[in-house]
């Protein structure tokens, strides 16, 4: 898996403030494994993409002091925790990909950060976006909408001012773009939980860039909550905080600089989905099944067939039928457009057979994404056919 590396240039004042770092107790070391730093006379943004370090590690998260840095571990901690959402999302690629430190990507880190549950005084008034009169078009199940002054709030905390944020048509097909509410703007944040994996961050260093500014570096990895464990190395975001309590100046992220190991979680789940498998049995055999059918599929038996139905899909029109497994007596020709072998016992052979029309409405758009995304597994899911 190619590495990505996404850096955003920081202010031109970290090119040329005296630099002290922090020291980690138990290394001893700063920063490893190519954590980006700024470089002499940088002004524009670059993505580099490179095949060097596929099995570098995170830096380590040993514990540090905080040495000739005004800013307390509590104060980093308040501002970048709140960000885990977006960090995680963005580094999986959900979020849109963006070179610089830009109103657009400000309004989209204080939008996911309120509807994660931060915030609480004010994300407990956000509600789906189905619900929200003005909007101009019939927003997708499972979407959070931010009001301007909700997302105005969160701005204020993260960045110390509030953001003129455009206003753009959302494209149902793309995460985190601004849509129009009532003229007034605002913001659609996919929702939902992670499943059994989500991120996880971690500080692993404070280093004083001069003065009141501060490179507070959090580590990310996806982390498996079942197993506690972590799962895959995301990346780090170097956070440009400028301000502490002490000096009177609240803190606030001015700049950030994103080193990125590229994962898709989709593509991670789906090429390793038989490490968290389900199994599943009838009288006769057993499958093997991702765990995230378990909520996405319907399973029943008809005349001795067993259907695998895309619930999403299913509806008065249409089956979602993704596939049947049918057992004939053995010398019985089978009469069916689309089938194959899967097994025999000493009188019956073990047949899956596929649907040959349309199994969804493909007006629903929620439908047929969730119908071609269950698809996919079908022919590993009956690789995995065993006669008990």
Known sequence: ?????????????????CSRTVSEKESGTELENGAAEPTEGSE???????????????????????????????????????????????????????????????????????????????????VMAEDVGGIQYVAPEG????????????????????????????????????????????MLVQAGDWGLEGPRGEIVSIENMGGILNMVTVSYVLYNYEEDEDVEELGWVHYLVQGTEESGQAPKIIDMNIQVLFVDQEVYLYENWKNDAVEWESDAYTLELPRAWEERAHIYQENGAYHFICSAAASENYMGVLFTIVRIQKGVEMEAPDYE??????????????????QCDPDDGYAAREYM????????ILSTFQLR
Request: some cysteine; overall charge negative.
């Open 143 to 186: 979407y959070l909408y931010v009001s301007p002054d909700q997302l105005q709030a969160a701005e204020k905390l993260l960045f110390g001012e509030t953001i003129n944020n455009p206003t753009v048509i959302y494209a149902p097909d793309e995460t985190g773009k601004v849509c129009l509410n009532a003229g007034e703007g605002g």
């Open 341 to 358: 072998f899967l097994g025999e016992d000493a009188t019956g052979v073990y047949l899956v057979m596929f649907p040959t029309d349309v």
């Open 44 to 126: 524009t943004s670059t993505v580099e993409e490179t095949d060097a370090g596929a099995g570098e590690s995170m830096p380590e998260n040993n514990e540090y002091e905080i040495e000739e840095s005004l800013l307390t571990q509590s104060e980093a901690e308040a501002l970048t925790d709140p960000l885990l959402q977006w960090a995680g999302l963005y580094m999986i690629g959900r979020l849109e990909r963006r070179e610089s430190f830009d109103d657009v990507l400000k309004s989209q880190m204080a939008a996911v950060t309120l509807a994660y549950g931060y915030l609480p005084e004010i994300s407990s008034e956000i």
């Open 373 to 380: 995304d269950m698809s996919r597994y079908v022919e590993e």
């Open 1 to 17: 898996m190619s590495i990505v590396i996404l850096s955003l240039a920081l202010q031109t004042v970290l090119l040329t403030a």
